[in-house]
Nanobody
Framework: QVQLVESGGGLVQAGGSLRLSCAAS????????MGWFRQAPGKEREFVSA????????DYTDSVKGRFTISRDNDKNTVYLQMFSLKPEETAVYYC????????????WGQGTQVTVSS
């Protein structure tokens, strides 16, 4: 079965950095568009970033542009989210997701990793 396992979350001070990883198994990773989402307490899950199956085009929500970078290593079946200049309001559970189609919804989700940004 498909598994997406996030890691790299933790506690960081405002302005700090973290690098999230998501290891995928049970799917042909290189054929999937990969994304990162986050859900803060009491809020709906929101899109953060996505990267196409072969790399190349990336998308970001406006609030993270210039601070977050998504990348992937298809040989390692892993997608990354490098986060710089983190803000307290970005405290959330961060989820990795995989989508077969280039557009539309994501088909598989990880369990999430907690990111806490202290002020």
């Amino acid at each position: 079965q498909v598994q997406l396992v996030e890691s790299g979350g933790g506690l960081v001070q405002a302005g700090g950095s973290l690098r999230l990883s998501c290891a995928a198994s049970g799917l042909t990773f290189s054929r999937y568009r990969m994304g990162w989402f986050r859900q803060a307490p009491g809020k709906e899950r929101e899109f953060v970033s996505a990267i196409r199956s072969r790399g190349g085009r990336t998308d970001y929500t406006d609030s993270v542009k210039g601070r977050f970078t998504i990348s992937r290593d298809n040989d390692k079946n892993t997608v990354y989210l490098q986060m710089f200049s983190l803000k307290p309001e970005e405290t959330a559970v961060y989820y990795c997701a995989a989508a077969w189609n280039m557009y539309g919804g994501f088909d598989y989700w990880g369990q999430g990793t907690q990111v806490t940004v202290s002020s």
